[in-house]
């Protein structure tokens, strides 16, 4: 079975104190994860190490990086790259998220570029895309969904392809509490997956896991995260409450 997956996007919120704290509280329950779960959490740069800390010695908890560089080293002042990301132990970082390419302009060749990088150092990308409330309402999300994937990453081989997890984030749905319902995460998951079947094959598309991101909740988590194509969510303003995080990771198939 594909791997399911509860990861939080703290984004730019929490101080460090208050980061360790939710973790500390989240641990608390502590939620046995089975070998095909898994928790995630995203957090700024400055908490990577605290939360990589905290995580270990819980199985199948594991930090992630938010963001990276699409350049391997040098003069880019205040930049953090993915071999420095891979040098603290961490093995995964969201890449391309609505917000870094709605504020940062990051286009999907610049993606690719931090999607090749990551593969290189080892780091698993947790690779976002979505459409905005205008595609939606005109009706080609699928379109443009899949130019997202085929521009950052089907230049991959299969088996670079098989390290990646998908999270889909329909932008309208993010941080509006108006989350897709059951059905439309359901059919943009199968749809992404009938392309990446098209690509590489089936048995390879079935092996990737793919995330529905925008608006989880506490209460929508178990019906969406019940759908055959839904592997878990990528939670962003409810990763942030303790008790909501752990019914979202116990909400996992
Ligand atoms: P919300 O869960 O706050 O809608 O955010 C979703 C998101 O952007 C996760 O990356």
Known sequence: MRKQIAAANWKMN??????????????????????DQQAIFAVPFPYLLMAKNELTGSKNYFASA???????????????SAEMIQSLG??????????RREYFNESNQVLAEKVNLCLDNKITPIFCCGEPLQVREAGTQNSFVEVQLRESLFH???EQLQQIVIAYEPIWAIGTGKTATTEQAQEMHAYLRTILADQYGKDIADTISILYGGSVKANNANELFGSPDVDG????????IAADFIQIIKSLK
């Open 14 to 35: 929490l101080t460090y104190q208050q980061g360790e704290q939710l973790l500390d509280d989240i641990l608390r329950a502590e939620i046995t994860l089975s070998d």
């Open 66 to 80: 938010q963001n990276c560089y699409n350049k391997k080293a040098g003069a880019f002042t205040g930049e953090v």
């Open 90 to 99: 961490i093995n995964y970082c969201v890449i391309g998220h609505s917000e």
């Open 156 to 158: 991959l081989s299969a």
């Open 233 to 240: 969510g990528l939670v962003g303003g409810a990763s942030l």
